[in-house]
């Protein structure tokens, strides 16, 4: 089975400079489990981890099919996406929100 994943910023944390504008669908081969309970989460909200708020949106039995849950989720939504090849431990894919990276403050001094 594999789960798709949303990570999205919402607010301050030590990875401030990092994170600023990160919204992204992952395809894990693991699922995310509640930042509360440690019990796994399989379609809900879990929580919140360094600023960065982690929703579950179900399991797929392939790695295509959670991907194209992802692609027919995001264009529903008409949000412009790109792959992403920076995977973390089990991130088969991962879809970021927006047609280009983010450009951090310390990107705009240099």
Partial sequence: ??????????????????????????????????????????DDYCGEENGIAIYAHGEHPTAEAAESWIEIYMT?????????????????TRFCVGRYRPISAEGTRN
């Fill in 1 to 42: 089975m594999f789960f798709v994943i949303e990570r999205e910023h919402v607010g301050p944390s030590q990875h401030q400079e990092t994170h600023t504008g990160f919204h992204a669908f992952e395809v894990s081969s693991q699922p995310v489990r509640y930042a509360s309970s440690g019990e796994v989460c399989l």
């Fill in 76 to 92: 529903g939504l008409n949000l412009d996406f790109r792959e992403d090849e920076e995977l973390g431990d089990g991130v088969v």
